[in-house]
């Protein structure tokens, strides 16, 4: 059974930091590219970051510089480090594990972002 856990998320002021963890069981964790992702009520699920097996990463625009993801194969866990936060951040943050035609979803975790 795949099981995908976030935690990590909760309420910020802006300019603040969080860290997000998502940890995996029941995948060869270290052969599955990890995603992180977030939704706003409204609008698509859109992905802000990604981390290959082989470790190359990538990050969508608005969070380049700010946000950095990074994965302990030892521990089965990917993180995403988020610095200089903004309200426009706020959504649920969503970790995906893929590998060719398997995709797995956690449960979500909540990050707002607010004065």
């Known amino acids: 059974q795949v099981q995908l856990v976030e935690s990590g998320g909760g309420l910020v002021q802006p300019g603040g930091s969080l860290r997000l963890s998502c940890a995996a069981s029941?995948?060869?964790?270290?052969?599955?590219?990890m995603n992180w992702y977030r939704q706003v009520p409204g609008k698509q699920r859109e992905l802000v970051a990604g981390?290959?097996?082989?470790?190359?990463?990538n990050y969508e625009d608005s969070v380049k510089g700010r946000f950095t993801i990074s994965r302990d194969n030892a521990k089965n866990t990917v993180y995403l480090q988020m610095n200089s936060l903004k309200p426009e951040d706020t959504a649920v943050y969503y970790c995906?594990?893929?590998?060719?035609?398997?995709?797995?979803w956690g449960q979500g975790t909540q990050v707002t972002v607010s004065s």
């Open positions: 029941g995948i060869m964790f270290r052969f599955y590219d």
């Open positions: 995906n594990a893929v590998q060719f035609g398997s995709s797995y």
């Open positions: 981390i290959t097996s082989g470790r190359s990463t």
